[in-house]
């Protein structure tokens, strides 16, 4: 089965090839490198001993989507490729919508004309906006994003329930991330952000090689046991691995239409437990300050994640210990 990975150098993408690589997919995949690195492709021969079939270009080129699909006989788009930066959304909303909205138009419009009808879509846990129930289920309302980055996601969902309705023969899946961290347990392959991080994870990685001198903890007055912001944490690797479930799905569905699912673990830990569990597993010390409130964060998100256990068969085996472990694996082997 041939599956289309836009995006496929990404942090997420490359997890993604690694894990359709070792289930025996054939995956063709596209990116601009705009914010990953060419020898992504050479880690991921390293890890699988397999080959993508990839393609150097732009999603917004729709004559490089056309002759890919010419190329191959694609059964499954996973459709990975989009800005991702929140901050830099708020400064470049335009660029965001460009790249992250028309660049699914455009994906949408070869795959009807190559008559490729099933797609998985990334979206993000920052549709939800702020909800005061948690955990979070897919049925709960979505909207009040609070940034380019957020709407752009939320756009896209909406089309694609349009177009699910338009065409009954589309079969989709729209995945809502939590927050993806850690990294593959080879070191090979992890999140590598140009420039300072923006999100915990990186940051606090950065600060045990002592590549940064300090974490400023944002906020320790919010409503939660600690004072701290509580995330719903997922290690990559079990968020690579949803779409194999994914893709199964889309291939017993009788009918069109599109499905929503939560990838989470369900389980929420603050900043200050994130900074202990990193300390304890690889025995580092994580130098810390607690500094004001980051604008537009929230006090806590976690995911109801039943409905993937349910109707994919597909639950996160990996936790806490392992997320912090892998981080840092990957950070010093790639200094
Ligand atoms: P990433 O930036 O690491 O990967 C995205 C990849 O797409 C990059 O390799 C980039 O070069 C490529 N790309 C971007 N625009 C492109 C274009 N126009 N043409 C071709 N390639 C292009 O991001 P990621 O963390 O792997 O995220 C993957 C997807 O998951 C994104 O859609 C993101 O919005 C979504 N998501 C990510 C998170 C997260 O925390 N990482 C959370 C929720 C949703
Ligand atoms: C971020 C994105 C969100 C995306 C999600 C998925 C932002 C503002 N939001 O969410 O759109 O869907 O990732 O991964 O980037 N923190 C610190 N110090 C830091 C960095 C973060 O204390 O240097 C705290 C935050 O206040 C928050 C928690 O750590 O409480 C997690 O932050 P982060 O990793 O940025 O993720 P989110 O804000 O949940």
Redesign the pocket.
């Known amino acids: 089965m041939n599956i289309f990975v836009?995006?496929c150098?990404?942090?997420?993408?490359s997890h993604t090839c690694v894990e359709l690589l070792n289930a025996g997919y054939n995956v063709i995949g596209?990116?601009?490198?705009?914010?990953?690195k060419r020898e992504v492709l050479d880690k991921i021969k390293q890890i699988t001993n397999k080959k993508i079939k990839f393609y150097e270009g732009?999603?917004?080129d729709e004559s490089i989507l056309d002759k890919i699909m010419n190329e191959n006989n694609i059964d499954v788009v996973v459709d990975?490729?989009?800005?991702?930066a929140v901050g830099d959304s708020v400064v470049k909303p335009i660029s965001y919508y460009i790249?992250n909205v028309s660049?699914v138009l455009t994906l949408i419009k070869v795959m009807q004309k190559h008559n490729v009808k099933k797609l998985i879509f990334?979206?993000?846990a920052t549709v939800y906006g702020k909800q005061d129930i948690m955990p979070i289920t897919e049925e709960m309302p979505i909207g009040n994003t609070t940034n380019p980055y957020g709407t752009s996601?939320l756009f896209v969902e909406h089309i694609l329930n349009d177009l699910s309705i338009a065409d009954p023969e589309f079969k989709i899946i729209v995945f809502r991330?939590f927050?993806?961290v850690g990294a593959h347990p080879s070191g090979l392959i992890g999140e590598n952000p140009n420039g300072i991080p923006a999100n915990l994870m990186p940051f606090i990685a950065k600060v045990a090689t002592k590549e940064l001198e300090c974490l400023s903890v944002f906020g320790d007055d919010y409503d939660t046991l600690d004072g701290t912001g509580v995330r719903d944490y997922i290690h990559i690797v079990d968020l690579a691995k949803a779409h194999l479930n994914g893709i199964n799905k889309l291939n017993n569905m009788n009918e069109g239409g599109l499905l929503v699912y939560n990838l989470g673990t369900g389980k929420g830990y603050s900043v200050l437990e994130m900074i202990k569990t990193f300390e304890k597993v690889n025995n580092v010390t994580i130098n810390y300050k607690i500094a004001p409130r980051r604008s537009g964060d929230i006090d806590t998100c976690y995911a109801d994640s039943s409905k993937a256990s349910k109707e994919l068969g597909w639950t996160a085996s990996l936790n806490l210990e392992d997320m912090c472990k892998d981080a840092y694996n990957f950070v010093i082997n790639n200094k």
Do not use: E
């Not at 150098?9 to 993408?13: A, K, L, N, S």
């Not at 596209?30 to 990953?36: A, E, I, K, Q, T």
């Open positions: 836009t995006g150098t990404g942090y997420i993408g596209l990116d601009n490198f705009s914010n990953s732009d999603m917004l990975f490729a989009a800005y991702k790249n660049s990334s979206s993000s996601k991330y927050n993806p």
